[in-house]
């Protein structure tokens, strides 16, 4: 007999839900969890300035009303310590504790056809057996600092954003170097800005952000809005991203061009990643519709920053709008016109070394006494590739997944019977609200492990022709969009040598749910039970 029924690994929002729903639905479970806290991405990614760029009302659990009513948001988006407050909380009030196992990683995972278990070695050389193995290893936890000759020579500190101390970093009056401009870099850069003595932005790729205009939530909004927390979540389950959007519903290229700039300078002015880009139905699909919205953007960084030649290579031109994850700040843009900041292409001189006091490039040399490095993720599969995972024949995931990640309906990978991955390749995940999608997952193989258990059967797996047809489906879908024309982490074209598998499903959330459901209610079709 098997030590646990299900080992979970990873304790951020989706290992945290794993653990309440299937100990809620009888069966014993443990997450393993490498972190010294849960929350995963929230844990890790401390620097300053991280915040969330879902709405706080959208990014937190629906499973249970009364937790939706008790917990106040203080702010429309959320900064990192309090979410990570918000998961500590959840884990208090569901008594979670006792069946997450901190400081844990897991190094390995071996299928046992014999016993019909899993497994499951930690870093500390301890073994588990489980019948079940849940992935809740999170999209953005392998993270990846370039291989830079000398950096090892560097004189003075350097941080990952996704590593960073606990207890902060100083950087007052010191000449730092910021490599990477994506959704973190640009959240990092204005924090450290605020304290150097100067800053260079290393930047390689010119991106987008539009506003937050983070605020305060209003006790007043907040008692009406939770009047109806329900209807909004059913709306938001049945929506495309996972929030629903109130876009008006028609194409931007049918409408007059007067009418365009007015409804996204609106939508740019209340702020927001999501309903900017939702305004109207072409925008990811339609490359005339894109350059509408793109040289909108490119105006507001034009008007914003103060010296031309400064602003002229933060105007984003090698991608499509919306087809790398779209940035947010309220203050990225403007932080170019304080005379402490400056920005270095890297994209026409490369970065070429570190050396003991600073940055080489192709064609000048940086002092700097620290360096920050916002350079992203081996996104999607990285984190469990890096695990030793053996499924059916002692067959490798990682093996498996050299030509690029996948699994069937984003859940389930063919030849690792009993494993589920939440939110694993193939599924909306990342181009969705994680935290709805999460929800859907683990309730979705909570209810497959019970419909094995209820039936006597001790696998349940993927079968390689449902996965074939479920990743060839992801891939169709993808590329009827413009989102492929992106050197994105979704492809995994930011990992030099990475496999380029368009790996999100851009179905939608809603179709994505009636999916899932109509293959439950058919049995499990593509799934074999023995
Ligand atoms: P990212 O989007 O992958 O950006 C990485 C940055 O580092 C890019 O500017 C990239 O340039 C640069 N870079 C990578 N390798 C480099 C190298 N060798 N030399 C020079 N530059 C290099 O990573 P991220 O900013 O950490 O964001 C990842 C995802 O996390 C986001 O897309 C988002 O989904 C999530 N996130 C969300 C929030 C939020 O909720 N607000 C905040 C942070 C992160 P290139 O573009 O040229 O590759």
């Not at 419909?451 to 449902?466: I, M, Q």
Request: one cysteine or more.
């Amino acid at each position: 007999m098997a030590d646990l029924d299900v080992a979970v690994v990873g304790a951020g929002f989706a290992g945290i839900y794993a653990v309440h729903a299937f100990r809620s639905a009888g069966l014993t479970v443990r997450a393993f969890e490498a972190g010294g806290g849960i929350g995963g991405t929230w844990f890790w990614n401390c620097y300053p300035g991280a915040r969330c760029d879902v709405e706080s009302k959208d990014y937190s659990y629906s499973f249970s009303p009364e937790l939706e009513q008790d917990w106040s948001w203080s702010e429309r988006y959320p900064a990192q310590p309090e979410v990570l407050r918000y998961l500590n909380h959840v884990a208090d009030r569901f008594g979670l504790w006792p069946d997450i196992q901190l400081s844990t990683r897991v190094t390995a995972a071996t299928w046992d056809p014999g016993s019909s278990h899993w497994t499951v070695t930690t870093g500390d050389g301890q073994r588990r057996t489980a019948r079940f193995l849940i992935s809740a290893v999170g999209c953005l936890s392998a993270y990846q600092v370039p291989s830079l000759p000398g950096l090892e020579t560097f004189a003075g500190p350097w941080y990952h954003t996704s590593r960073w101390p606990r207890d902060g970093a100083d950087f007052t009056g010191l000449r730092v170097g910021l490599i990477g401009t994506g959704s973190t870099g640009i959240q990092v850069a204005p924090e450290i800005a605020a304290v150097a003595e100067h800053l260079y932005v290393f930047q390689r790729t010119a991106n987008f952000a539009v506003p937050n205009r983070n605020r305060a939530v209003d006790p007043d909004w907040e008692r009406a809005f939770k009047a109806d927390y329900r209807t909004y979540r059913k709306q938001a389950q049945e929506s495309f991203l996972g929030v629903p959007i109130p876009g008006t519903g028609r194409p931007a290229l049918t409408e007059p061009a007067e009418d365009v700039q007015r409804t996204l300078m609106a939508r740019w002015q209340a702020g927001g990643g999501m309903p900017f880009l939702g305004a109207y139905t072409d925008v990811l699909v339609d490359r005339a519709a894109n350059d509408i919205v793109a040289e909108f953007m490119r105006d507001r960084i034009r008007e914003t920053v103060a010296d031309p030649a400064v602003a002229g290579l933060l105007l984003p031109r090698a991608y499509p709008v919306g087809a790398k994850r779209l940035c947010q700040s309220d203050d990225y843009f403007a932080m170019f016109n304080r005379p402490t900041v400056t920005l270095v292409d890297i994209r026409s001189a490369p970065v070429s070394s570190v050396a003991p006091s600073g940055l080489r490039t192709a064609d000048a040399f940086y002092e700097l006494d620290a360096l920050v490095f916002a350079t992203g993720f081996d996104a999607i599969s990285g984190a469990l590739r890096q695990i030793d995972v053996r499924g059916t024949g002692g067959v490798s995931l990682a093996g498996e997944w050299a030509a690029g990640p996948r699994s069937y309906l984003g859940v389930a990978p063919a030849g690792f019977p009993n494993m589920f991955i939440v939110t694993g390749p193939g599924s909306p995940s990342v181009l969705s609200n994680m935290v709805l999608s999460i929800e859907q997952h683990v309730e979705w193989i909570r209810d497959c492990v019970l419909h094995a258990d209820a039936r006597g059967h001790a696998t349940v797996e993927a079968t390689p022709s449902a996965e074939d047809a479920w990743m060839a489906h992801v891939t169709e879908v993808a590329y009827s969009t413009l989102f492929p024309l992106a050197d994105s982490w979704y492809t995994g074209a930011n990992i030099p040598g990475k496999p380029r598998v368009f790996t999100p499903y851009l179905g939608g959330v809603g179709p994505y749910r009636a999916r899932c459901d109509a293959v439950a209610a058919a049995g499990y079709e593509g799934f074999v039970f023995s």
